[in-house]
Structures are given as structure tokens and as C-alpha cells.
């Protein structure tokens, strides 16, 4: 079956770096997204990845290992506003996507 | 980026009533919509995907007689809760790609509609 998993949960202190994993088994594979949801809110883009590698923009950074099927989102010099779940997805053969159930990221002062 | 735009954002209603909620892209022309459910701290759920001019292909276990969609014209789909019941209360979410940017494309997402049946 296909599969998606990520932490619940994750706490981090502002200014410092978090990473959040998320591991993936799909039928086929076209590449990877992270998307960034606030409370209440609809997801945001974040980053797409479909060769193996590190893509980096600004605070954020993603990664994506296919023979893995592993990949992490890097989130430097956190600030508050960073607070949000982070979910990731996968695209499948049909260029379906199969969601993750999020990341819950809690930032300290 | 592209735009989508979903209304109404709260809607309250009776149970035994139906609620229709709206998805537009603003500034390209959708070919195919997404429409996700999300219950509190659970992942995005497909619902449906809405093709301009023909049915919907809806997801196993999705009861396509109870969530009507109707998607007319390139910029417009519509999901008509038919008969809502306090458990179809949620958090839905329309969302589409930009057609220019094919398969591979991110997705861009409506402000989702938060569905209340008392």
C-alpha cells in the first residue's frame, strides 16, 4: 500500500534549526512536496523535490533520497510565525498525491 | 502564483439541509479541482477529483450522491453537502493546478470552507 510518514509532533526554540522527516512508500514516484499549514488555514507550497538532493530557498531547505524514499524539510532561524503543521506528499505513479498526516511544529521563545 | 478562491469560509447549518461551497480559480483556467477534506489534526483527504464538462471522479469510499460536484466552466466547481449530517461537519478545501505547469505543479489551494451542521 502506499504510505506517508511524519512526526506528530516537534518542538523547537526560536533562532535555532529543526529538521522534520518524512518517509514515503508510493506505487511509483514523481516527485515530493512540503507544504506549510497554519491553524485554520489552507496549505501553502513550500518546496517541491523529484531528483535526490538538497534544494534550498531562503530559511527553508528540502531533501529528497528516492533509493530512501526518504526525505526532510530544514527550517533555519526559526521564527514564531514558523508555528504551523508542515505536511508532506508524495506523488505517485498516477501523479496523485498522498498526504502525510502533518508535522505539528511548536516554536519557543 | 495562481490564485484559487473558495467561498463561503464559515457556514453553519441545520441538519437535513444541503450547503453549496465554491471554488474559483481567479486567474487561470482549471481544467481539473481538487477537493479535500481535513477533519481537526488529521491529513488532507481526497474527496474528489472535478472535471470542466464531464462527472467526477470520486475516491473509494466517498459517496458521490451525498457530495455533488459540478464543475461548468474552467474557473468555477462547486460541492453541494446534500442532506448534511453533524458528521459531515470538517474543514473542506478545494485546490487546482496551474495548467501551464502540468503534472508536476504544486497545488494551489482555496482558504478552505469550515462546515458546521448542528
Known amino acids: 500500500g502506499q504510505n506517508i510518514d511524519q512526526p506528530t509532533e516537534m518542538t523547537a526554540t526560536e533562532g535555532a534549526i529543526v529538521q522534520i522527516n518524512c518517509t514515503y512508500q508510493?506505487?511509483?514516484?514523481?516527485?515530493l512536496f512540503w507544504y506549510q499549514q497554519h491553524a485554520g488555514e489552507a496549505p501553502t507550497f513550500l518546496s517541491y523535490?523529484?531528483l535526490d538532493g538538497l534544494e534550498e530557498k531562503g530559511r527553508f531547505s528540502s531533501f529528497l533520497s528516492r533509493s530512501k524514499g526518504y526525505s526532510y524539510l530544514l527550517l533555519k532561524e526559526l521564527q514564531m510565525k514558523d508555528s504551523a503543521s508542515y505536511l508532506c506528499?508524495?506523488?505517485?505513479?498516477?501523479?496523485?498525491?498522498?498526504w502525510g498526516a502533518g508535522t505539528k511544529l511548536i516554536i519557543k521563545p | 502564483g495562481a490564485v484559487v478562491s473558495q467561498h463561503p469560509s464559515w457556514v453553519i447549518c441545520k441538519s437535513g439541509t444541503s450547503v453549496k461551497i465554491e471554488c474559483r480559480s481567479l486567474d487561470f483556467q482549471a481544467t481539473t479541482m481538487f477537493w479535500y477534506r481535513q477533519f481537526p489534526k488529521q491529513s488532507l483527504m481526497l474527496m474528489a477529483t472535478?472535471?470542466?464538462?464531464?462527472?467526477?471522479?470520486?475516491e473509494q469510499g466517498v459517496e458521490k450522491d451525498k457530495f455533488l460536484i459540478n464543475h461548468a466552466s474552467l474557473t468555477l466547481s462547486t460541492l453541494t453537502v446534500t442532506s448534511a449530517h453533524p458528521e459531515d461537519s470538517s474543514f473542506y478545501i478545494c485546490?487546482?493546478?496551474?495548467?501551464?505547469?502540468?503534472?508536476?505543479?504544486?497545488?494551489?489551494f482555496g482558504e478552505g470552507s469550515r462546515l458546521t451542521v448542528l
Open positions: 508510493t506505487s511509483g514516484f514523481n516527485g
Open positions: 506528499a508524495a506523488s505517485d505513479s498516477n501523479y496523485q498525491l498522498i
Open positions: 485546490s487546482a493546478r496551474d495548467p501551464l505547469a502540468g503534472e508536476t505543479g504544486e497545488l494551489f
Open positions: 472535478s472535471n470542466e464538462g464531464s462527472k467526477a471522479t470520486y
Open positions: 523535490n523529484v
